[in-house]
């Protein structure tokens, strides 16, 4: 890859990745504290936690246990996620989830089981104070009933917070034991010794322990189900790994686990059957649905020579593959693992969340002391009482559980989303830069065109026939790989003319090709290489104009130092083009096309499809310094290739897209992705970084609002004026409730269509 690229493919190097799966993670400044443990172990390169998933992935060579003992020593527990298979690692997680599921459910049951008839009593009698002996006995044995429910439902609670504070920090956990161990020590206190609390201040608040911890565990498992929506991308991904393949050994068909197909295998598909890895179709031909990879609704029809992609569907005919990619190397394979790094990475507005975060909980238990203190020093009677329901409020009420949440939540659901319509995002900052994309450069060959040009027009400028002429062009350009190249090779076989062999081949970029033939010195390229060749072609450059107008490549032939024909080749524009550039501009992007294309051409191809902006006869060298211009004019610039060719000018932009599709589409060499060879993906893709960013930036709002706002009710602020003291177990529940809305929201996300084209 261009040496352009290493600014921004750093990340992009192959590291070893191992993935842990953690315990005991509550909120954002959990995520904080285990990335940057694992960072500080010699040897790693970068950990991303996926709050949703409770997964870090690691990426340095760092023996498993040195991981596993970082994570244990800051109090959190962790255990390697080893897998070989997707689906197995899929399944025992799921499993894992349900399990956790039913637990938070039991738990809730349990506790709200003590709770409900509680606070029911307390709302019927009103006496909940502790005044005789025999109230002494009776709320006694509550409280150790809601010392089980402490022990038994919210046991988790206890133990992270024990853990955060024994590596001097805190966390959700901390304030949750926090709030409800305060308002059951101050309970029992008055339960045990009530001659030591004033008369008026004698009241119990076991129902709120109990409340709290089971609206908790409840909003926690809520949490959860809606959750496991947001990874079905990823489940319905790996759904489509066949489970077995048919192989031809030794003439004997069989079918065979997955993990034991080999590169180089026959492999025979059968009418209605997945295609179990990537190949080369060696034999018959078929239709194949590619839709769930590429977003594509029409099936392609597949022919001997043409590639075949893992987890795409045979729809008609039976034929055999030759196995090219197996295991992790496979398109589907790699697809599933960029799709997984995406979700697990960070959006720059996401990293506000978890920078407040950091400092939240340490500054919500001062903020609760200083509460309990001007209620003791200014309230009413019972000052304690007041003083210990401020407290406990506002430790309960400001869990950052929604905060941390808000980011993570939609770029899984983003990203995922986007995958099913055939885009790739690599990375967070991607998604979040494509949203403010104003200007939007294409390369012309291959993205706004089909990029499979032919042969249209051979004119004769000196002594030969179009058959020699051809003779001559084949040969030269026999080795090239280059679209224009190529055309002109298809059109020699068709004509049954064998190219000669070429000697002293050179490549002169942007310009074309030189070499010899037959003896004969020749130039093959366009007017810029015969100018500073010396040739002489002023009395057939009009004859060029006219089909350069009509969008075609005219490519002079020099035979000794004189023309001697133009070979023309057109490259036909997509179908869908025109209508994708469209939607763009009507999103108040401004579209340009970049080509090295002479200037006539490319007016015509951009009249064609509606563009009045273009670079033309660029060299490949310079396409990043036309990007470098448009930064200049303060535009944030997405850049259209093939994202090998273009890689410098990919490097440049502000966001690289490549297009393409087959198993070799250049997933790992820009930002964004696109599997079909249409624009409209590109369309797609900026409609998707707009919807998701505007789905986190609601779901930070709400989170934001619910904690600057909840926090001063929680602590009193309404009191003087209203009368107004929030209870402990209302601000349970919202806490609970406010993480189930954030998730909630993202999940909105699944419905997300794009404009039909």
């Known amino acids: 890859m261009n040496e352009a690229m290493s600014h921004k493919a750093t990340d992009r190097m192959p590291l070893p990745e191992k993935e842990l799966m953690i315990e005991g993670a509550g909120c954002a400044s959990c995520v904080?504290?285990?990335?940057?443990?694992?960072?500080?172990?010699?040897?790693?390169?970068?950990?991303?936690?996926?709050?949703?998933?409770?997964?870090v992935t690691v990426a340095g060579d760092v023996p498993m246990s040195e991981l596993i003992d970082a994570v244990e020593q800051i109090g959190y527990g962790a255990k390697a996620n080893s897998s070989e298979s997707a689906e197995v690692a899929a399944a025992e997680k799921e499993a894992a989830d349900a399990t956790y599921y039913?637990?938070?459910?039991?738990?809730?049951?349990?506790?709200?089981?003590?709770?409900?008839?509680?606070?029911?009593?307390?709302?019927?009698?009103?006496?909940?104070?502790?005044?005789?002996?025999?109230?002494?006995?009776?709320?006694?044995?509550v409280g150790l009933l809601t010392l089980a429910v402490m022990v038994f439902s919210g046991r988790h609670f206890y133990v992270g917070a024990w853990k955060s504070f024994t590596n001097h920090s805190a966390n959700m956990d901390t304030l949750i034991a926090l709030g409800t161990g305060t308002a059951w020590v101050y309970s029992m206190l008055v339960v045990a010794v009530p001659a030591l609390i004033p008369e008026m201040a004698r009241h119990v608040y076991f129902e709120a322990t109990a409340m709290i911890i089971g609206l908790i565990n409840l909003g926690l498992a809520l949490e959860m189900r809606a959750r496991g929506k947001t990874s079905q991308a990823i489940k319905r991904l790996i759904g489509l790994q066949a489970k077995t393949a048919r192989v031809i050994r030794n003439g004997k068909e069989s079918d065979i686990p997955l993990e034991k197909v080999r590169i180089n295998e026959q492999i025979?598909?059968?009418?209605?059957?997945?295609?179990?890895?990537?190949?080369?179709?060696?034999?018959?031909?078929?239709?194949?649905?590619?839709?769930?990879?590429?977003?594509?609704?029409?099936?392609?029809?597949?022919?001997?020579?043409?590639e075949v992609i893992a987890g795409t569907i045979n729809k008609s005919g039976t034929f055999v593959f030759i196995s090219t990619h197996v295991g992790e190397d496979t398109a589907l394979a790699r697809i599933v693992a960029m799709v997984k790094r995406a979700q697990n990475s960070k959006l720059p507005i996401g990293r506000l969340a978890d920078v407040i975060s950091a400092y939240f909980v340490p500054a919500i238990m001062i903020i609760a002391i200083a509460s309990a203190l001007v209620w003791l020093n200014f309230g009413p009677d019972p000052v304690v009482a007041f003083a210990i329901i401020a407290a406990t409020t506002v430790l309960i009420i400001a869990c950052p559980c929604a905060l941390g949440l808000a980011t993570p939540m939609s770029v899984m659901v983003g990203v995922g989303k986007a995958a099913e319509f055939g885009v790739l995002i690599r990375n967070g900052e991607a998604l979040q830069t494509a949203s403010r994309i104003t200007a939007m450069v294409l390369d012309k060959t291959g993205t706004i065109t089909v990029g499979a040009p032919e042969v249209t027009d051979i004119y004769i400028a000196g002594a030969g026939s179009e058959a020699d002429i051809l003779y001559l062009a084949a040969s030269l350009e026999a080795g090239s790989e280059h679209p224009l190249a190529q055309a002109i090779v298809a059109s020699a076989e068709t004509r049954e003319i064998k190219p000669g062999k070429v000697e002293g081949f050179d490549a002169l970029s942007g310009r074309g090709v030189a070499g010899r033939v037959d003896n004969k010195k020749l130039l093959l390229g366009n007017a810029r290489l015969m100018q500073e060749k010396g040739v002489e072609i002023a009395e057939h450059e009009s004859a060029a104009q006219k089909f350069a107008?009509?969008?075609?490549?005219?490519?002079?032939?020099?035979?000794?130092?004189?023309?001697?024909?133009?070979?023309v080749v057109a490259d036909p524009v997509r179908e869908d083009s025109i209508a994708a550039i469209k939607r763009l501009q009507d999103d108040g992007i401004k579209v340009i096309m970049l080509t090295g294309d002479n200037r006539a051409t490319a007016a015509a191809v951009a009249t064609r499809v509606g563009l009045s902006d273009y670079f033309a006869e660029?060299?490949?060298?310079?396409?990043?310094?036309?990007?470098?211009?448009?930064?200049?004019?303060?535009?944030?610039?997405?850049m259209t290739g093939d994202g090998i060719n273009d890689a410098p000018a990919l490097a440049q932009a502000d966001v690289g897209f490549a297009i393409g599709t087959g198993t070799d589409v250049a997933i790992e060499s820009a930002d964004i992705t696109l599997m079909r060879g249409s624009l409209h993906g590109l369309a797609d893709a900026?409609?998707?970084?707009?919807?998701?960013?505007?789905n986190i930036k609601q779901n930070l709002f709400g989170a934001f609002v619910y904690n600057v706002a909840g926090v001063p009710i929680a602590a009193g602020i309404l009191y003087p004026a209203f009368g107004i003291l929030l209870s402990p177990v209302i601000a349970g529940a919202a806490m609970a409730f406010s993480s189930l809305t954030v998730v909630s929201n993202a999940n909105r996300l699944r419905l997300f269509k794009p404009v039909a084209p």
């Not at 239709?287 to 001997?304: A, C, F, R, W, Y």
């Open 32 to 55: 904080v504290k285990i990335e940057t443990a694992l960072k500080l172990v010699p040897g790693v390169e970068r950990a991303e936690m996926n709050f949703v998933e409770r997964t």
């Open 102 to 141: 039913r637990r938070l459910l039991l738990n809730m049951t349990i506790a709200l089981g003590v709770g409900i008839p509680l606070m029911a009593y307390g709302l019927i009698t009103g006496d909940m104070m502790v005044n005789t002996a025999t109230q002494q006995a009776a709320w006694g044995a």
């Open 268 to 306: 025979r598909v059968r009418p209605g059957e997945k295609i179990p890895v990537d190949g080369k179709i060696s034999e018959g031909t078929s239709t194949i649905d590619e839709s769930m990879l590429t977003g594509e609704p029409m099936p392609v029809v597949k022919q001997v020579g043409d």
């Open 549 to 567: 107008n009509d969008a075609k490549t005219p490519m002079y032939l020099a035979v000794d130092g004189t023309l001697t024909g133009i070979i």
């Open 618 to 638: 660029v060299l490949p060298e310079d396409k990043a310094n036309k990007i470098a211009e448009l930064q200049a004019q303060h535009e944030i610039v997405g």
């Open 686 to 694: 900026i409609a998707v970084s707009k919807t998701t960013l505007r």
